[in-house]
């Protein structure tokens, strides 16, 4: 226990999924947080998004765990918005020193143009938005997580054109996560600061549990349901599971925000179950 004994930490997507289990996690370990969530829905993402009741729940949790919370309705598209819920986080609780820029969105199933760019300023500019409200509040010592996908590391999954253009958004906008991160890393690198991205297969979460991702998985169906869908999600894996859970992944950002990884940094952290390894197999050397 104490991983994180009395730091605070920014989290974007705090409202649920692995927002949420990064929250409750890091609070059990001893951080309070600052999270942000937009509460509301995206037209071309075709699951439904969190809700201001999801994000008081995460609030609750984590005061159950006998931390604090200051919680805002912020989209990360916004800069100014993440940076006003950063101030008022920073003048509760007194200070910033990490942020898991974790928001994200998958509009898949559709051909809409916008659904490309939705989710590119989502899962890309609003990781840069996130670190960008948060820089003037971190200092040496500081640690910055970004969330990717394994979909920004192999090709053929959501890239795939019969995904549709939010599909191939997303791909694009976790590629230039894992791109962002690596050279962030060295520039922050002289200041004492560190950046690291986490790069999830399959996660349990509302993303995963949605009727587009049943049909992606099942395209023989006409109307898969979870249980048809499970046949196939082992698929993304080289270990036979079906999915990574939020609080595996939570692991990972812990010990990337912890002590124990001072000296980690640029990393891409795969929790994968094997997934990169079975598609991108080493090259021989000569």
């Keep these: 226990m104490g991983r994180v004994e009395g ?20 609070a059990q370990e001893g951080a309070d947080i600052i999270g942000v ?37 912020a989209d990360v598209r916004d800069p ?12 509760a609780l007194g200070r910033l020193d990490s942020v898991v820029a974790q928001a994200g969105i998958c509009p898949m199933g ?24 948060a820089m003037p509040h971190l200092s040496k010592g500081a640690s910055i997580v970004a969330t990717g996908s394994l979909a920004g590391l192999v090709q053929g999954s959501t890239d795939n054109p019969d995904n549709g253009a939010g599909g191939l958004g997303y791909s694009w906008a976790k590629r230039a996560v894992a791109s962002f991160v690596h050279d962030l890393s060295i520039v922050l690198g002289p200041k004492g600061m560190r950046a690291n991205a986490v790069h999830p297969t399959n996660c349990n979460t509302d993303m995963l ?7 992606i998985f099942r395209p023989d ?11 196939a999600f082992p ?8 999915y990574v859970e939020p609080q595996d992944i939570s692991d990972m950002v812990l010990f990337l925000l912890s002590d124990e990884s001072r000296y980690v940094t640029g990393m891409q952290m795969r929790v994968d179950a094997g997934a990169y390894t079975l598609r991108r197999p080493q090259a021989p050397a000569f």
């Design 209 to 215: 549990n949605s009727d587009i991702m049943y049909k």
């Design 221 to 231: 169906l006409d109307k898969p349901t979870r249980d048809d869908a499970l046949v």
């Design 37 to 73: 969530d937009i509460c509301a829905d995206i037209a071309t993402n075709s699951y439904g998004m969190a809700t201001r009741e999801d994000l008081d729940e995460t609030v609750r949790l984590v005061e159950k765990e006998g931390r604090r919370m200051i919680a805002s309705v």
């Design 110 to 133: 559709t051909d809409d143009p916008e659904a490309f760019l939705d989710a590119v300023t989502v899962d890309l500019n609003g990781v840069i938005n996130a670190v960008q409200a």
């Design 7 to 26: 730091k605070v930490v920014f989290i974007t997507g705090a409202a649920r999924g692995q927002g949420r289990s990064h929250a409750i996690r890091l």
């Design 235 to 242: 698929a993304m894996t080289n270990m036979g599971v079906p």
């Design 80 to 91: 100014q918005a993440l940076k006003d819920a950063v101030a008022a986080g920073v003048s």
